[in-house]
């Protein structure tokens, strides 16, 4: 977890891992290697219950467009607010997933997924669509966390991927 301390959170988050799964079969591994193609569509994502506690899920790539080069650090390709417990479908999408589209040569990305827990309600009006880019570029997980009175991420899990052949697929699908 160290390979994403200090670019998006300041300490490794104390609970470990979430476990997230994606539909055709594959987990996310700490900082393992996934394609696009396999990690396309929304996966299920796990950690221990907290019954009366709301939590935030945020997932990010800090390399874009590149690891070495990174000014559209960080694009957000989810955000999921006022999630009661562990129960991620009865939270507030405030971004709706989109996976993996590291451009070509531009080798590999991280993606990160972290979980927060929140003291209170999060008012939230911002809504971004899967299908759309704006509002996804120069993300900045701390300024939203602080934002929203978060602090420091409770767990976090994350994958690799590069480039391959679903990214242009992927990518028309995505407007403005």
């Known amino acids: 977890m160290n390979d994403i301390v200090p670019d998006v959170v300041d300490v490794v988050p104390p609970q470990g891992k979430l476990q997230v799964n994606y539909p055709v ?22 950690w221990d219950e907290e019954q ?22 960080e694009i957000l390709h989810w955000a999921v607010i006022n999630v009661p417990g562990n129960k ?25 997924f ?16 899967k299908r759309t880019r704006t509002g996804r570029l ?3 997980t701390r300024q939203f966390a602080e934002k929203h009175g978060l602090g420091e991420p409770i767990a976090a899990n994350y994958y690799q991927a590069q480039y391959d ?11 403005g």
């Open 138 to 140: 120069n993300f900045n």
């Open 114 to 129: 972290l979980l927060y827990r929140q003291n209170q309600k999060i008012e939230e009006s911002m809504h971004i669509d």
């Open 52 to 73: 009366d506690q709301l939590h935030t899920l945020l997932m990010v790539d800090p390399d874009a467009p590149t690891r070495s080069d990174p000014k559209f650090r």
């Open 25 to 46: 079969g594959v987990a996310v591994q700490e900082g393992n290697e996934l394609t696009p193609t396999q990690v396309k569509d929304e996966p299920q994502v796990v």
């Open 165 to 175: 052949d679903y990214v242009p697929i992927r990518n028309k699908e995505i407007t």
């Open 88 to 112: 991620l479908n009865l939270g507030q999408a405030i971004v709706e997933y989109v996976g993996s589209g590291p451009p070509q040569g531009t080798g590999l990305h991280r993606y990160i």
